[in-house]
Every structure is written in structure tokens, then in C-alpha cells.
């Protein structure tokens, strides 16, 4: 192994067309006879002289092996860098790599990892995540709120046919079909099928779905309170007591988890369950005044004077991941409000719950372009606050709520900030 100074000018990845450029008066210190993913140079220049050389230069051969997993800043050199390579020799059409000799030199190594795809693939290197990213069609995005999936340590997995909670010794498919008579199917999700064409069906029917057909076929996101008060409890009855399912929950502390490939067709919402996403966020519900027996169950007072959420005993762990948390919903007092004609009063999500549904939210709309970063609104521009018509429902493409959807569905209730949400969205995605 050999090491020499040097500054890429430019360099190309196998088999694309995509070039790495280095910032001008930076030096990077980088170890040859890498056996990883190759990076080719095209030109570079030496340190010390700051005099570009070719690829026909006899230090630097095209082909020339260099590892940008291995770069690491050299100590000496980065303040007196030369920078004569920043000629007029770079190609105007590649102004973006002007762009990049701008920017630090930690940024655009970054960058141009990323641009480029150049990064080590070593057999048994480990491909870190950042947690969190969705997983849509096998693929990750960020959403820059922490998510769980269902393949993660304390995740939620949607995909196992057992119960979740049962005794371990219970909770096999053969023994809780037995126990638990809405229990019909082992799986509590299905398979987006309406409106493929036959050759479409068979390419998905086993599960692998493209991220274009997918974006095709998904254009609602619904949002519902689980009723359920903690994510633990609500993947509790929906996988364990009621063969539902949903892709997210989100926790009091803003914890989202996800508990299916969001391909897959999940049981939340009846009509909709072909076409949309689901979210089940952790909140006890809304009551019809006088009928809020729940509220002194799950909400105490403090000294503050501001409520706080207090998961009964009874239900065992709460799940919630962040230590010692402690939940207060984002208004003091329940808020009262219809909805399907009916006045309801709920205490409102927490703020940690809005700050990740945003996120969120703005995340599903940028991947699904037919999925519109907005939620029903009358002639006046003001939330619809019951069901929508069939032929509007079959219209809407964006955020909703399950009782836009159902007439016999509440959620998520008055207490539900939409334009807090989709105003929040809107903003990160500007
Ligand atoms: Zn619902």
C-alpha cells in the first residue's frame, strides 16, 4: 500500500458518467490499492505544486485506484493549498463542479460521495442508516424524524403471523385462530391489486412492487387516532385482537414506527385501504361531553397546572422509547369540536407527535407525487368535518382523515391541528 498527496480534480465511477470533483485548495491524503469500488481518475493534481496533471501524467495513470472511503483530510498543507487547477481547463458545462469548489472540503467530499455513488462496497462492509428512513418498495428515504420499522429492535412487525403479546407458548398462528375468533387470515394486510392489468398483477403478486407503479397507485394519506393511547397498545388490538393493520404509528413521544412496506395494502380504512398509507396516532380519542370518563383515567395535572398523560398501570410497559418521557398534550384544555355533526371533545396530540407527523407527511408527499400536500376543504377553504361524498372521495388525492372517509368513524377528532400539519409539510417542502 502506497500514500501519496494529491487533489482530485476529476474523477469518473465505473460505468457512469457521473464525475467527483475536489475543491480547489484542499489536499486530500488518500491510500491506493484499495480493492473496493474503484474510483478513476481523470485528471489530478499533485499537492505539493498545485500543478494539474493529466491522465497521461506518470504519478497519476487513468484507472489509477483511490478509495474515497479512505480520504482523510491531510493535517498539513489545507491553508496554503494551491489552487491553480481551478482553470480554465474545467468544461463550462460542468458548472455544477464549480459549485463544488466553493463549498468546504468536508461537504463536498460528502457530496460528491453521494453524488456519485462511490462508496465502499466491500464484501461485509456494513451499510449504516440513520433511523430514519421509510421503506417504500424495498427503498429508503429519509424523513428527518426518528422511525422504528418493523425490522428493528422494539419495531412493530405486521408481517408475523403469531400474536405479538400472547403468551409466547399462545401465540403461534394454529393456537390464536383458535383463541381470538377475528383472527380470519394469518396475514392482516393484502396485496394493492385494483386496477392492474394481468402482467402487472404477476410482476406484484409476490411482492415485488416498483417504486414507479407504486407512485401510480398511492394517492391518499389518512390519518387516524388509534383510541388505543401508546403505540404498544394499539399494534396490541390491531395485530393480536382485530387482523388489522396500519403502516405507522406514531408514539406520544413522536416516535414513528412503521410496520409494513408501505406496497403492501394495509387494513385501516375500508375504501380507501387500496389507494392510501395509514397512521395510527397515539391519542385516547374524543368523547361527547359528559362522556369523558377516559380523560381522568389517562390525564393528570400537575403542579404546572398543564395535563400530562399518565398510561394506566394496567396495561403494562408503555413502549414509549424516550426515558423518563413525558407526554402533555399541545393545548392545555380538551378541545371541543364536530365532527360527522357530532360535538366531541379531545385532548390534543403532543407536540412531539405534530413535529414528526410534519415530517412525515412532507416525506409521503415529495415520494407520491399524486399525493397532494393538503387535506379537504369546503367552498371556503375551511376542513371538511365529516364524511365526503362518494364521488368527491373518489376525486380527493392528498391528507385525510379516516372520518372523511366513514361516516361512522370520529378520528382523528377535533383536537387535530390540520394546518399545523400541512402547513408545516408545505414549508419543508419549498
Ligand atoms: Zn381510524
Keep these: 500500500m502506497t500514500r501519496m498527496s494529491l487533489m482530485i480534480v476529476r474523477g469518473e465511477c465505473p460505468g457512469g458518467s457521473a464525475i467527483a470533483v475536489e475543491p480547489r485548495g484542499r489536499n486530500l491524503e488518500c491510500e491506493t490499492d484499495c480493492s473496493g469500488r ?135 398462528w394454529e393456537t390464536s385462530k383458535v383463541a381470538v375468533a ?94 392510501s398509507i395509514g397512521i395510527e396516532i397515539a391519542n385516547i380519542g374524543a368523547f361527547a361531553p359528559g362522556q369523558q370518563r377516559m380523560f381522568e383515567e389517562w390525564y393528570q395535572r400537575d403542579d404546572s397546572g398543564w395535563p400530562r398523560v399518565v398510561v394506566p398501570t394496567r396495561l403494562g410497559p408503555t413502549g414509549i422509547r424516550t426515558p423518563n418521557f413525558v407526554a402533555r398534550p399541545a393545548r392545555k384544555d380538551p378541545v371541543q369540536g364536530v365532527v360527522q355533526g357530532r360535538t366531541l371533545q379531545q385532548y390534543d396530540f403532543t407536540p412531539e407527535q405534530y413535529a414528526a407527523l410534519v415530517k412525515l407527511t412532507a416525506t409521503l408527499c415529495k415520494v407520491f407525487p399524486q399525493l397532494h400536500c393538503d387535506y379537504p376543504r369546503d367552498a371556503e377553504g375551511k376542513l371538511v368535518t365529516g364524511k365526503l361524498p362518494d364521488a368527491a372521495l373518489n376525486q380527493y388525492q392528498g391528507v385525510l382523515g379516516h372520518f ?18 400541512i402547513g408545516g409539510a408545505k414549508k419543508l417542502l419549498r
Excluded at 500543478?51 to 484507472?63: I, L, V, W
Excluded at 412492487?209 to 403505540?231: C, I, M, N, Y
Excluded at 406514531?250 to 410496520?259: E, S
Aim: with cysteine; proline share 5%; hydrophobic share 35%.
Design 38 to 172: 474503484e474510483l478513476r481518475l481523470v485528471e489530478s493534481a499533485t499537492a505539493a505544486s498545485g500543478r494539474a496533471a493529466s491522465p497521461k501524467d506518470g504519478s497519476f495513470r487513468p484507472g489509477h485506484a483511490v478509495c474515497p472511503g479512505v480520504w482523510r483530510r491531510a493535517k498539513a498543507g489545507l491553508a496554503d493549498a494551491p489552487t491553480s487547477v481551478q482553470d480554465s481547463r474545467v468544461p463550462a458545462t460542468r458548472k455544477w463542479s464549480r459549485l463544488l469548489q466553493s463549498v468546504p472540503v468536508g461537504v463536498a467530499v460528502l457530496l460528491a460521495v453521494v453524488l456519485t455513488g462511490c462508496t465502499t462496497t466491500q464484501p461485509g462492509a456494513l451499510l449504516k442508516r440513520q433511523g430514519d428512513e421509510i421503506i417504500v418498495a424495498g427503498q429508503l428515504f429519509h424523513t428527518g424524524t426518528r422511525v422504528v420499522t418493523w425490522m428493528d429492535p422494539g419495531g412493530y412487525d405486521a408481517y408475523r403471523v403469531e400474536r405479538r403479546f400472547a403468551a409466547f407458548d399462545q401465540s403461534s
Design 182 to 275: 377475528a383472527l380470519k387470515t394469518p396475514n392482516r394486510y393484502g396485496l394493492r391489486q385494483d386496477n392492474l392489468t394481468p402482467q402487472q398483477l404477476e410482476s406484484v403478486r409476490g411482492g415485488g412492487w416498483e417504486l414507479p407503479l407504486l407512485r401510480e397507485k398511492v394517492d391518499q394519506f389518512v390519518l387516524h387516532f388509534d383510541a388505543a393511547g401508546t403505540s404498544r397498545q394499539c399494534f396490541n388490538v390491531l395485530h393480536d385482537h382485530r387482523c388489522l393493520s396500519v403502516h405507522f404509528m406514531l408514539d406520544l413521544d413522536g416516535t414513528i414506527y412503521q410496520t409494513l412496506d408501505l406496497k403492501e395494502r394495509a387494513w385501516h380504512a375500508t375504501t380507501s385501504n387500496t389507494r
Design 404 to 421: 372523511h372517509i366513514q361516516s361512522n368513524k370520529v378520528d382523528p377528532g377535533p383536537a387535530l391541528q390540520w394546518e399545523r400539519v
